[in-house]
């Protein structure tokens, strides 16, 4: 049984992807870290001995603290962190439950390098509809929940990215985009091992809605609809954004609770 200052595997497990997510701090030594470089989906790496530097700007934030094993380092990091004021737990098991749950890890090298601010950062054209959508929010919902998305002219995609250190997606030409008839959604989630039933079951839906194939799901017309009423709603591509985020918090969580439930207006007669 964890203990008060414990979050167990399946508890942090059904915060994951979830606007309510805490903030996951890994902190395992180098040693091992480099005997498997991958990470919860959303966690950052930290040093151990300098935890206490980071609780001014987890204040009002939940956070969980992750070490190999789930002892004394990050039962002492958490300890830290409460003691500064930060609602800090410690994952029941670490690193090693969460593998040994056969739960998904995403490779550090295919996160790309953070800016002075912590922050990954992305660029891909103005004007979002579907995939350059979903794919901000899986990578803030599973890999960097702090990422900096900047939406800007096709033809300075590439200029922009060079020029500020930004990973391009969903464009022509690079490593994040369409793969034959996989769309950017897709390649994202394979490439950090994101591959769940219910993310699995979401990108089929964002395939079809991406490249008009509305037969591969029929909720597929209906995130078109969604999407293309979204950016008739908002001339500020981040406004999207973030309106989006919370579309999708919702066919993620049908897509992982709510499959198999149907709803029809009561029909029973009244008898005279």
Known sequence: MPSPTQITV???????????????????????????????PGAFRHPFKDIAALAPQLTDQRVVVICQKGQKLSEGAAAILRDNGVTAENLQGGNFGWRDANLSLVPAEKIP????????????????KIDRIAC???????????????????SEVAGVADRFGATPFDVEDVFWSHRGERCTFDTMIEEFCLN????????????????NRHDLAPEAAGLLAASLGLSRMYRDDLAQLEAGMA???????????????????PSAKVES
Do not use: K, M
């Open 196 to 211: 769940t039933e219910p993310l699995d079951r979401l990108a089929t839906i964002v395939r079809g809605a991406d490249t």
């Open 113 to 128: 390098e953070r800016n002075a601010q912590g922050r990954t950062v992305w660029v891909t054209r103005h004007r979002p």
């Open 10 to 40: 399946s508890q942090l497990s059904r915060l994951i992807g979830t606007p309510d997510a805490p903030v996951l701090v890994d902190i395992c030594i180098d040693e091992d870290y480099n005997a498997d470089p991958r990470l919860l």
């Open 247 to 265: 579309l999708y918090d919702a066919f993620y969580r049908w897509a992982r609770d709510a499959t198999d439930e149907q709803h029809n207006w």
């Open 136 to 154: 901000p929010w899986l990578i803030r919902r599973f890999v960097d929940p702090r990422a900096q998305f900047l939406f800007v002219s096709p």
